[in-house]
RNA sequence: GGUCCCAUCGUCCAGCGGUCUAGGACACCGCCCUUUCAAGGCGGCGACACGAGUUCGAACCUCGUUGGGACCGCCA
Protein backbone atom coordinates (compact mmCIF):
# COMPACT_ATOMS: atom_id res chain seq x y z
CA UNK A 1 0.00 0.00 0.00
CA UNK A 2 2.18 2.47 -1.66
CA UNK A 3 -1.27 4.94 -2.51
CA UNK A 4 -0.31 8.62 -1.64
CA UNK A 5 -2.34 10.41 0.87
CA UNK A 6 -5.45 11.78 0.00
CA UNK A 7 -5.84 15.53 -0.65
CA UNK A 8 -8.65 16.77 -2.54
CA UNK A 9 -10.30 19.71 -3.21
CA UNK A 10 -13.37 21.41 -3.85
CA UNK A 11 -13.10 24.54 -6.06
CA UNK A 12 -16.59 26.59 -6.37
CA UNK A 13 -15.97 30.26 -8.67
CA UNK A 14 -17.57 32.37 -6.21
CA UNK A 15 -20.57 33.94 -9.02
CA UNK A 16 -23.63 32.58 -6.63
CA UNK A 17 -23.72 31.26 -3.33
CA UNK A 18 -23.32 27.38 -2.54
CA UNK A 19 -25.91 25.73 -4.39
CA UNK A 20 -27.13 21.97 -3.59
CA UNK A 21 -25.18 20.77 -6.49
CA UNK A 22 -21.99 22.10 -5.31
CA UNK A 23 -22.97 21.35 -2.18
CA UNK A 24 -23.47 17.61 -2.67
CA UNK A 25 -19.94 17.18 -4.52
CA UNK A 26 -17.77 19.37 -1.73
CA UNK A 27 -19.71 16.97 0.35
CA UNK A 28 -18.36 13.77 -1.54
CA UNK A 29 -15.35 15.45 -1.36
CA UNK A 30 -15.17 15.76 2.45
CA UNK A 31 -16.53 12.45 3.07
CA UNK A 32 -14.02 11.22 1.23
CA UNK A 33 -10.99 12.88 2.55
CA UNK A 34 -11.99 12.56 6.04
CA UNK A 35 -12.67 8.55 4.95
CA UNK A 36 -9.01 8.35 4.43
CA UNK A 37 -7.77 10.59 6.61
CA UNK A 38 -6.84 13.14 4.32
CA UNK A 39 -6.90 17.07 3.57
CA UNK A 40 -10.00 18.78 2.39
CA UNK A 41 -8.98 21.87 0.31
CA UNK A 42 -10.82 24.86 -0.33
CA UNK A 43 -10.15 26.88 -3.41
CA UNK A 44 -11.65 29.73 -4.73
CA UNK A 45 -11.47 29.94 -8.69
CA UNK A 46 -12.28 33.44 -9.36
CA UNK A 47 -10.40 33.79 -12.77
CA UNK A 48 -13.81 35.68 -14.07
CA UNK A 49 -12.84 38.77 -12.62
CA UNK A 50 -16.74 40.12 -13.92
CA UNK A 51 -18.55 37.99 -12.14
CA UNK A 52 -16.61 36.64 -9.20
CA UNK A 53 -16.85 38.60 -5.82
CA UNK A 54 -15.46 38.44 -2.08
CA UNK A 55 -19.26 38.55 -0.51
CA UNK A 56 -19.84 35.58 -2.85
CA UNK A 57 -16.89 33.46 -1.48
CA UNK A 58 -18.24 34.05 2.09
CA UNK A 59 -21.56 33.05 1.45
CA UNK A 60 -20.24 29.86 0.02
CA UNK A 61 -17.70 29.42 2.64
CA UNK A 62 -20.44 30.15 5.44
CA UNK A 63 -22.58 27.16 3.57
CA UNK A 64 -19.94 24.86 3.54
CA UNK A 65 -19.70 25.19 7.85
CA UNK A 66 -23.62 25.65 7.86
CA UNK A 67 -23.44 21.78 6.35
CA UNK A 68 -20.68 20.97 8.70
CA UNK A 69 -17.91 20.51 6.16
CA UNK A 70 -14.48 21.88 7.53
CA UNK A 71 -11.35 22.13 5.25
CA UNK A 72 -7.99 21.89 6.38
CA UNK A 73 -6.66 24.42 4.04
CA UNK A 74 -8.48 26.94 2.11
CA UNK A 75 -8.03 31.05 1.35
CA UNK A 76 -9.44 31.94 5.04
CA UNK A 77 -7.17 28.96 6.77
CA UNK A 78 -4.34 29.04 4.58
CA UNK A 79 -1.80 25.86 4.14
CA UNK A 80 1.53 24.55 2.62
CA UNK A 81 0.09 24.56 -0.69
CA UNK A 82 -1.14 28.52 -1.29
CA UNK A 83 -2.78 30.77 -1.66
CA UNK A 84 -5.75 29.11 -2.59
CA UNK A 85 -7.46 32.10 -4.44
CA UNK A 86 -6.67 31.34 -8.69
CA UNK A 87 -6.32 35.07 -8.81
CA UNK A 88 -3.17 35.07 -6.87
CA UNK A 89 -1.48 32.29 -8.53
CA UNK A 90 -0.84 33.90 -11.61
CA UNK A 91 3.01 33.47 -11.65
CA UNK A 92 2.22 29.72 -11.78
CA UNK A 93 0.08 30.18 -14.73
CA UNK A 94 2.28 32.22 -16.38
CA UNK A 95 5.23 30.19 -15.63
CA UNK A 96 3.78 27.16 -17.52
CA UNK A 97 2.57 29.12 -20.52
CA UNK A 98 5.98 30.36 -21.11
CA UNK A 99 6.93 26.85 -20.56
CA UNK A 100 4.01 25.72 -23.26
CA UNK A 101 5.44 28.51 -25.60
CA UNK A 102 9.31 27.64 -25.73
CA UNK A 103 8.31 24.16 -26.11
CA UNK A 104 6.28 25.14 -29.26
CA UNK A 105 3.06 23.01 -27.78
CA UNK A 106 1.04 26.58 -27.63
CA UNK A 107 1.25 30.29 -29.46
CA UNK A 108 -0.07 33.91 -29.03
CA UNK A 109 -2.97 35.22 -30.63
CA UNK A 110 -4.09 38.24 -29.82
CA UNK A 111 -2.59 38.23 -26.28
CA UNK A 112 -3.95 35.15 -25.50
CA UNK A 113 -2.05 31.80 -25.28
CA UNK A 114 -3.53 28.76 -26.71
CA UNK A 115 -2.63 24.98 -26.78
CA UNK A 116 -2.31 23.21 -29.79
CA UNK A 117 -4.79 20.05 -29.52
CA UNK A 118 -2.79 17.13 -30.75
CA UNK A 119 -4.18 14.82 -33.07
CA UNK A 120 -4.17 11.49 -33.01
CA UNK A 121 -3.59 10.11 -29.17
CA UNK A 122 -5.57 7.76 -27.62
CA UNK A 123 -6.87 8.94 -24.21
CA UNK A 124 -8.85 6.99 -21.53
CA UNK A 125 -10.46 8.21 -18.50
CA UNK A 126 -9.65 5.63 -15.41
CA UNK A 127 -13.03 6.76 -13.30
CA UNK A 128 -13.59 5.78 -9.79
CA UNK A 129 -17.16 5.91 -10.88
CA UNK A 130 -17.71 5.89 -14.32
CA UNK A 131 -15.06 3.08 -15.52
CA UNK A 132 -12.88 3.74 -18.40
CA UNK A 133 -14.05 5.85 -20.83
CA UNK A 134 -12.32 6.12 -24.08
CA UNK A 135 -11.73 9.30 -26.65
CA UNK A 136 -9.67 10.32 -29.32
CA UNK A 137 -7.71 13.47 -28.59
CA UNK A 138 -9.55 15.39 -31.42
CA UNK A 139 -12.24 14.85 -30.20
CA UNK A 140 -11.44 16.70 -27.15
CA UNK A 141 -11.77 20.02 -28.44
CA UNK A 142 -13.84 21.06 -31.03
CA UNK A 143 -15.70 23.58 -32.62
CA UNK A 144 -19.58 23.58 -33.41
CA UNK A 145 -19.03 21.85 -36.92
CA UNK A 146 -17.06 18.96 -35.27
CA UNK A 147 -13.36 20.84 -36.67
CA UNK A 148 -10.46 20.39 -34.01
CA UNK A 149 -10.02 23.30 -32.53
CA UNK A 150 -7.05 24.19 -29.94
CA UNK A 151 -7.59 25.25 -27.06
CA UNK A 152 -7.35 28.32 -25.01
CA UNK A 153 -4.93 28.58 -21.66
CA UNK A 154 -4.35 32.19 -21.22
CA UNK A 155 -7.34 34.86 -21.81
CA UNK A 156 -6.71 38.05 -23.51
CA UNK A 157 -6.85 39.43 -20.17
CA UNK A 158 -4.03 37.28 -19.02
CA UNK A 159 -6.16 35.58 -16.39
CA UNK A 160 -6.04 31.35 -17.34
CA UNK A 161 -8.92 29.27 -18.37
CA UNK A 162 -10.78 27.13 -16.14
CA UNK A 163 -9.46 23.41 -17.95
CA UNK A 164 -5.81 25.37 -17.53
CA UNK A 165 -5.81 27.01 -14.07
CA UNK A 166 -7.46 23.22 -12.70
CA UNK A 167 -4.78 21.53 -14.24
CA UNK A 168 -1.64 23.98 -12.94
CA UNK A 169 -3.26 24.35 -9.71
CA UNK A 170 -4.19 20.36 -8.95
CA UNK A 171 -0.74 19.76 -10.02
CA UNK A 172 0.74 22.13 -7.62
CA UNK A 173 -1.51 21.27 -4.53
CA UNK A 174 -0.73 17.79 -5.16
CA UNK A 175 -4.24 16.89 -5.24
CA UNK A 176 -4.82 12.93 -5.78
CA UNK A 177 -8.01 12.30 -6.50
CA UNK A 178 -10.21 15.18 -8.45
CA UNK A 179 -14.09 14.25 -7.20
CA UNK A 180 -16.41 16.65 -9.67
CA UNK A 181 -19.86 16.34 -11.22
CA UNK A 182 -20.28 14.37 -14.43
CA UNK A 183 -20.61 17.11 -16.23
CA UNK A 184 -16.49 17.93 -16.24
CA UNK A 185 -16.39 14.58 -17.92
CA UNK A 186 -16.11 16.45 -20.75
CA UNK A 187 -13.80 18.62 -19.76
CA UNK A 188 -10.94 15.78 -18.53
CA UNK A 189 -10.03 14.77 -21.78
CA UNK A 190 -8.66 18.73 -22.77
CA UNK A 191 -7.25 18.83 -19.26
CA UNK A 192 -5.09 15.32 -19.66
CA UNK A 193 -3.94 16.50 -22.65
CA UNK A 194 -2.39 19.32 -20.52
CA UNK A 195 -1.16 17.17 -18.22
CA UNK A 196 0.61 15.13 -20.71
CA UNK A 197 1.91 18.43 -22.58
CA UNK A 198 3.19 19.61 -19.18
CA UNK A 199 4.95 16.18 -17.74
CA UNK A 200 2.96 16.21 -14.97
CA UNK A 201 1.40 12.66 -13.36
CA UNK A 202 -2.12 12.98 -13.16
CA UNK A 203 -4.62 12.79 -10.32
CA UNK A 204 -7.40 10.09 -9.98
CA UNK A 205 -10.88 10.95 -10.85
CA UNK A 206 -14.12 10.34 -10.10
CA UNK A 207 -17.11 11.89 -11.42
CA UNK A 208 -19.96 12.33 -9.16
CA UNK A 209 -23.95 11.39 -10.91
CA UNK A 210 -25.91 14.98 -11.36
CA UNK A 211 -28.62 15.53 -9.39
CA UNK A 212 -31.76 16.71 -11.35
CA UNK A 213 -34.63 18.27 -10.36
CA UNK A 214 -38.14 17.02 -10.80
CA UNK A 215 -38.01 17.40 -14.46
CA UNK A 216 -34.99 15.00 -14.71
CA UNK A 217 -32.63 18.15 -16.00
CA UNK A 218 -29.97 19.35 -14.02
CA UNK A 219 -30.44 21.32 -11.15
CA UNK A 220 -31.15 25.03 -11.47
CA UNK A 221 -32.77 27.95 -9.78
CA UNK A 222 -35.86 27.33 -11.80
CA UNK A 223 -36.25 24.18 -9.44
CA UNK A 224 -36.85 26.78 -6.53
CA UNK A 225 -34.71 26.56 -3.57
CA UNK A 226 -30.96 26.57 -5.05
CA UNK A 227 -29.09 27.89 -2.09
CA UNK A 228 -28.07 25.79 0.99
CA UNK A 229 -29.40 28.74 3.57
CA UNK A 230 -32.86 28.39 1.53
CA UNK A 231 -33.28 25.26 3.39
CA UNK A 232 -32.19 26.70 6.27
CA UNK A 233 -34.41 29.62 5.90
CA UNK A 234 -37.31 26.81 5.49
CA UNK A 235 -36.39 25.11 8.38
CA UNK A 236 -34.17 22.10 7.83
CA UNK A 237 -31.59 20.84 10.03
CA UNK A 238 -28.14 21.00 8.38
CA UNK A 239 -27.83 17.57 9.44
CA UNK A 240 -30.59 16.45 7.44
CA UNK A 241 -29.44 18.04 4.40
CA UNK A 242 -26.07 16.77 5.09
CA UNK A 243 -27.91 13.36 5.44
CA UNK A 244 -29.84 13.47 2.43
CA UNK A 245 -27.78 14.69 0.16
CA UNK A 246 -25.01 11.92 1.05
CA UNK A 247 -27.87 9.85 -0.31
CA UNK A 248 -27.93 11.11 -3.47
CA UNK A 249 -25.66 8.79 -5.60
CA UNK A 250 -24.60 6.80 -1.89
CA UNK A 251 -25.95 4.29 0.79
CA UNK A 252 -24.39 3.20 3.50
CA UNK A 253 -25.73 -0.28 2.89
CA UNK A 254 -27.32 -2.43 5.44
CA UNK A 255 -30.67 -0.42 4.72
CA UNK A 256 -29.68 2.41 6.73
CA UNK A 257 -30.66 5.51 5.72
CA UNK A 258 -30.22 7.79 8.66
CA UNK A 259 -26.94 8.53 10.02
CA UNK A 260 -24.97 11.78 11.04
CA UNK A 261 -21.62 13.13 9.44
CA UNK A 262 -19.11 10.48 11.72
CA UNK A 263 -21.53 7.12 10.59
CA UNK A 264 -21.10 8.22 7.05
CA UNK A 265 -17.46 8.87 7.31
CA UNK A 266 -17.25 5.11 8.71
CA UNK A 267 -19.06 3.79 6.11
CA UNK A 268 -18.07 6.10 2.91
CA UNK A 269 -16.28 4.12 -0.37
CA UNK A 270 -15.85 6.62 -3.77
CA UNK A 271 -16.55 2.72 -5.63
CA UNK A 272 -19.85 2.19 -3.99
CA UNK A 273 -21.10 5.49 -5.61
CA UNK A 274 -23.64 4.85 -8.31
CA UNK A 275 -23.36 6.47 -11.82
CA UNK A 276 -27.11 7.05 -12.22
CA UNK A 277 -27.76 10.71 -11.63
CA UNK A 278 -30.39 11.03 -8.65
CA UNK A 279 -34.13 13.36 -8.61
CA UNK A 280 -33.83 15.77 -5.42
CA UNK A 281 -37.08 14.72 -4.18
CA UNK A 282 -38.44 16.77 -1.41
CA UNK A 283 -40.32 14.63 0.50
CA UNK A 284 -37.72 12.57 1.53
CA UNK A 285 -35.85 15.35 2.62
CA UNK A 286 -38.71 16.08 4.75
CA UNK A 287 -38.80 13.06 5.75
CA UNK A 288 -34.65 12.51 6.79
CA UNK A 289 -35.04 16.22 8.73
CA UNK A 290 -38.39 15.13 10.33
CA UNK A 291 -36.23 11.60 11.82
CA UNK A 292 -33.49 13.93 12.48
CA UNK A 293 -36.05 16.02 14.44
CA UNK A 294 -36.86 12.98 16.55
CA UNK A 295 -33.54 12.53 18.35
CA UNK A 296 -32.35 15.61 18.47
CA UNK A 297 -30.93 17.34 21.60
CA UNK A 298 -34.03 19.42 23.38
CA UNK A 299 -31.57 22.78 24.29
CA UNK A 300 -30.47 22.00 20.35
CA UNK A 301 -34.29 22.24 19.51
CA UNK A 302 -35.39 25.33 21.53
CA UNK A 303 -32.55 27.36 20.14
CA UNK A 304 -33.27 26.37 16.47
CA UNK A 305 -37.09 27.08 16.97
CA UNK A 306 -36.83 30.10 18.19
CA UNK A 307 -35.89 32.04 15.45
CA UNK A 308 -39.16 30.79 13.79
CA UNK A 309 -40.93 31.47 16.74
CA UNK A 310 -39.82 34.94 16.45
CA UNK A 311 -41.03 35.23 13.21
CA UNK A 312 -43.98 34.69 13.84
CA UNK A 313 -44.37 37.31 15.94
CA UNK A 314 -43.94 35.61 19.26
CA UNK A 315 -41.95 36.55 21.80
CA UNK A 316 -40.36 33.29 23.49
CA UNK A 317 -37.87 35.21 25.61
CA UNK A 318 -41.10 35.79 28.28
CA UNK A 319 -40.87 32.25 28.82
CA UNK A 320 -38.57 29.55 30.78
CA UNK A 321 -36.06 28.05 28.56
CA UNK A 322 -37.29 24.57 30.52
CA UNK A 323 -40.69 25.78 29.32
CA UNK A 324 -40.20 25.69 26.23
CA UNK A 325 -38.16 22.98 25.66
CA UNK A 326 -40.92 21.10 27.21
CA UNK A 327 -43.24 22.76 24.65
CA UNK A 328 -41.26 21.24 22.01
CA UNK A 329 -40.99 17.56 23.38
CA UNK A 330 -44.40 17.67 23.99
CA UNK A 331 -44.75 18.23 20.27
CA UNK A 332 -42.85 15.11 19.37
CA UNK A 333 -42.79 14.17 15.76
CA UNK A 334 -45.39 16.56 14.99
CA UNK A 335 -44.07 18.61 11.98
CA UNK A 336 -41.27 18.02 9.51
CA UNK A 337 -39.91 21.05 9.68
CA UNK A 338 -38.28 23.87 12.53
CA UNK A 339 -40.51 26.26 10.77
CA UNK A 340 -43.82 23.75 11.12
CA UNK A 341 -42.98 22.84 14.76
CA UNK A 342 -42.48 26.73 15.34
CA UNK A 343 -46.29 27.14 13.83
CA UNK A 344 -47.72 24.14 15.11
CA UNK A 345 -46.43 24.77 18.64
CA UNK A 346 -47.63 29.03 18.65
CA UNK A 347 -49.68 28.48 21.05
CA UNK A 348 -47.34 27.75 23.84
CA UNK A 349 -45.60 30.59 23.64
CA UNK A 350 -48.79 33.20 23.13
CA UNK A 351 -51.91 32.86 23.56
CA UNK A 352 -52.96 35.47 21.03
CA UNK A 353 -52.92 33.15 18.14
CA UNK A 354 -55.06 30.97 19.68
CA UNK A 355 -57.35 34.00 19.59
CA UNK A 356 -57.13 34.72 16.24
CA UNK A 357 -58.10 31.14 15.04
CA UNK A 358 -60.75 30.52 17.31
CA UNK A 359 -63.78 32.31 18.68
CA UNK A 360 -65.98 29.14 20.09
CA UNK A 361 -69.34 30.40 17.43
CA UNK A 362 -69.82 26.35 17.19
CA UNK A 363 -70.67 26.00 20.67
CA UNK A 364 -74.56 25.81 21.11
CA UNK A 365 -75.55 27.62 24.30
CA UNK A 366 -77.05 23.76 25.56
CA UNK A 367 -73.28 22.92 24.83
CA UNK A 368 -71.95 25.68 27.10
CA UNK A 369 -74.12 24.97 29.69
CA UNK A 370 -72.68 21.39 29.75
CA UNK A 371 -69.17 22.52 29.32
CA UNK A 372 -69.62 25.34 32.19
CA UNK A 373 -70.11 22.57 34.77
CA UNK A 374 -67.32 20.29 33.27
CA UNK A 375 -64.89 23.10 33.39
CA UNK A 376 -65.97 24.17 37.11
CA UNK A 377 -65.46 20.95 37.94
CA UNK A 378 -62.05 20.74 36.09
CA UNK A 379 -60.27 23.97 37.31
CA UNK A 380 -60.32 22.75 40.86
CA UNK A 381 -59.02 19.41 40.43
CA UNK A 382 -56.69 18.84 43.66
CA UNK A 383 -53.43 17.72 41.57
CA UNK A 384 -53.15 19.49 38.24
CA UNK A 385 -51.76 16.89 36.62
CA UNK A 386 -52.45 15.15 33.01
CA UNK A 387 -53.07 11.92 34.04
CA UNK A 388 -55.48 12.50 36.59
CA UNK A 389 -56.76 15.30 34.61
CA UNK A 390 -58.04 12.35 32.26
CA UNK A 391 -59.12 9.85 34.92
CA UNK A 392 -60.79 13.08 35.83
CA UNK A 393 -62.92 13.68 32.78
CA UNK A 394 -63.44 10.51 32.07
CA UNK A 395 -65.27 9.87 35.22
CA UNK A 396 -67.05 12.60 34.60
CA UNK A 397 -68.58 12.51 31.37
CA UNK A 398 -69.10 8.38 32.66
CA UNK A 399 -71.09 10.36 35.27
CA UNK A 400 -72.87 13.31 33.20
CA UNK A 401 -73.85 10.67 30.19
CA UNK A 402 -70.99 12.53 27.73
CA UNK A 403 -68.56 11.67 25.30
CA UNK A 404 -64.89 12.26 26.36
CA UNK A 405 -65.01 13.70 23.03
CA UNK A 406 -67.53 16.41 24.04
CA UNK A 407 -65.31 18.01 26.75
CA UNK A 408 -61.97 17.11 25.03
CA UNK A 409 -62.35 18.75 21.65
CA UNK A 410 -63.43 22.43 23.23
CA UNK A 411 -60.90 22.03 25.62
CA UNK A 412 -57.96 21.61 23.14
CA UNK A 413 -59.85 24.48 20.59
CA UNK A 414 -59.54 26.96 23.84
CA UNK A 415 -56.14 26.03 24.91
CA UNK A 416 -54.75 25.41 21.18
CA UNK A 417 -57.28 27.02 18.50
CA UNK A 418 -56.38 23.80 16.38
CA UNK A 419 -57.91 20.75 16.24
CA UNK A 420 -54.63 18.99 16.38
CA UNK A 421 -52.22 18.99 19.11
CA UNK A 422 -50.68 16.72 21.24
CA UNK A 423 -52.44 15.04 24.01
CA UNK A 424 -54.74 18.01 25.45
CA UNK A 425 -54.42 17.15 29.22
CA UNK A 426 -50.68 17.40 28.86
CA UNK A 427 -51.14 20.41 26.99
CA UNK A 428 -53.57 22.04 29.67
CA UNK A 429 -51.11 20.61 32.26
CA UNK A 430 -47.80 22.21 30.77
CA UNK A 431 -50.14 25.34 29.98
CA UNK A 432 -50.59 25.18 33.87
CA UNK A 433 -53.71 26.27 35.67
CA UNK A 434 -53.91 29.88 35.61
CA UNK A 435 -52.81 29.98 31.71
CA UNK A 436 -55.42 27.50 31.21
CA UNK A 437 -57.97 29.47 32.95
CA UNK A 438 -57.85 32.66 31.47
CA UNK A 439 -57.85 30.81 28.10
CA UNK A 440 -61.05 29.16 29.25
CA UNK A 441 -62.19 31.86 30.38
CA UNK A 442 -62.02 33.99 27.24
CA UNK A 443 -63.60 31.79 25.67
CA UNK A 444 -66.52 31.77 28.30
CA UNK A 445 -66.14 28.47 29.67
CA UNK A 446 -66.02 28.75 32.69
CA UNK A 447 -66.89 31.70 34.84
C1' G B 1 -25.59 18.30 -35.41
C1' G B 2 -21.02 16.05 -32.90
C1' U B 3 -18.75 13.69 -28.56
C1' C B 4 -19.60 11.36 -24.07
C1' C B 5 -22.65 9.36 -20.17
C1' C B 6 -26.94 6.92 -18.03
C1' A B 7 -31.09 3.12 -17.87
C1' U B 8 -34.39 -1.73 -11.19
C1' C B 9 -41.17 0.53 -8.24
C1' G B 10 -43.60 7.79 -9.17
C1' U B 11 -38.80 9.02 -6.19
C1' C B 12 -34.07 7.55 -3.39
C1' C B 13 -31.30 3.20 -2.73
C1' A B 14 -30.25 -2.86 -2.26
C1' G B 15 -28.96 -6.36 -5.93
C1' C B 16 -22.69 -7.14 -8.29
C1' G B 17 -24.56 -15.09 -12.92
C1' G B 18 -28.24 -19.22 -9.54
C1' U B 19 -30.73 -17.96 -2.60
C1' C B 20 -35.23 -12.67 -7.35
C1' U B 21 -42.45 -15.45 -7.65
C1' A B 22 -36.52 -8.62 -7.34
C1' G B 23 -35.54 -6.29 -1.14
C1' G B 24 -35.76 -1.59 1.89
C1' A B 25 -37.09 3.63 2.35
C1' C B 26 -40.09 8.08 0.83
C1' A B 27 -44.77 9.17 -1.27
C1' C B 28 -49.72 7.10 -1.88
C1' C B 29 -53.99 3.80 -0.09
C1' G B 30 -56.28 0.74 3.78
C1' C B 31 -56.57 -1.17 8.91
C1' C B 32 -54.98 -0.91 14.15
C1' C B 33 -53.81 2.39 18.23
C1' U B 34 -56.40 7.04 19.95
C1' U B 35 -59.73 12.87 23.01
C1' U B 36 -57.34 15.10 17.66
C1' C B 37 -53.03 14.94 14.59
C1' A B 38 -48.41 13.19 14.04
C1' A B 39 -45.44 9.11 15.60
C1' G B 40 -45.74 3.76 15.89
C1' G B 41 -47.62 -1.27 14.27
C1' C B 42 -49.76 -4.24 10.29
C1' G B 43 -51.09 -4.72 5.18
C1' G B 44 -51.69 -2.96 -0.02
C1' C B 45 -50.32 -0.59 -4.71
C1' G B 46 -45.88 -0.45 -7.47
C1' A B 47 -39.96 -1.63 -11.33
C1' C B 48 -35.55 -5.14 -13.79
C1' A B 49 -37.12 0.07 -21.08
C1' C B 50 -37.11 -3.30 -25.53
C1' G B 51 -34.65 -6.94 -28.74
C1' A B 52 -30.86 -10.21 -29.84
C1' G B 53 -26.82 -12.92 -28.07
C1' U B 54 -23.14 -15.47 -24.28
C1' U B 55 -24.31 -19.22 -20.52
C1' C B 56 -26.94 -25.17 -17.91
C1' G B 57 -28.79 -20.48 -15.87
C1' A B 58 -29.03 -13.16 -16.66
C1' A B 59 -31.83 -7.56 -13.30
C1' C B 60 -26.64 -8.64 -13.21
C1' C B 61 -21.92 -10.05 -19.12
C1' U B 62 -21.90 -8.46 -24.80
C1' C B 63 -24.20 -6.01 -28.97
C1' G B 64 -28.16 -3.30 -30.97
C1' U B 65 -32.70 -0.35 -30.47
C1' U B 66 -35.39 3.12 -27.78
C1' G B 67 -35.63 6.73 -24.08
C1' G B 68 -33.23 10.36 -20.98
C1' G B 69 -29.06 13.50 -19.71
C1' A B 70 -24.36 16.28 -19.95
C1' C B 71 -20.94 18.85 -22.75
C1' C B 72 -19.35 21.26 -27.35
C1' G B 73 -17.22 29.81 -24.50
C1' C B 74 -10.86 33.76 -24.31
C1' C B 75 -17.81 30.85 -17.95
C1' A B 76 -16.32 27.73 -14.34
Not at 112 to 129: H, M, N, Q, W, Y
Not at 147 to 174: E, F, L, W
Not at 189 to 207: S, V
Request: negative net charge.
Amino acid sequence: MTEKNVRVRFAPSPTGALHIGGAHTALFNWLWARRRGGAFILRVEDTDAERSTAEYEDTIMDGLKWLGLDWDEGPDVGGAFGPYRQSERMDLYRKYAEQLLDEGKAYREDGAVIFRTPVGVSLVIEDEIYGDIKIQSEKASVNQDGSVKDIVIIKRDGMPTYNYAVVVDDHAMDISWVIRGEDHISNTPKQMLLYRALGWEMPRFAHLPMILGKDKKKLSKRHGATSVFEYNDMGYLPDSVFNFLALLGWSPGGGIEIFDRDEAVRSFELSKVIKKPAVFDMDKLNYVNQEHLKTMDPVLKKRIVEPFWRELGLKPERHADQYLMDALTLMGARGRTTKELAEFSDYFVDFSPVKERYDASDITPEQRGTLKKFFAAFMSMPEWESGSMEAFARNWCEANGASLKEVALPLRWALTGRKVSPGVFEVAQLLGRDECGTRLKHFDFVD
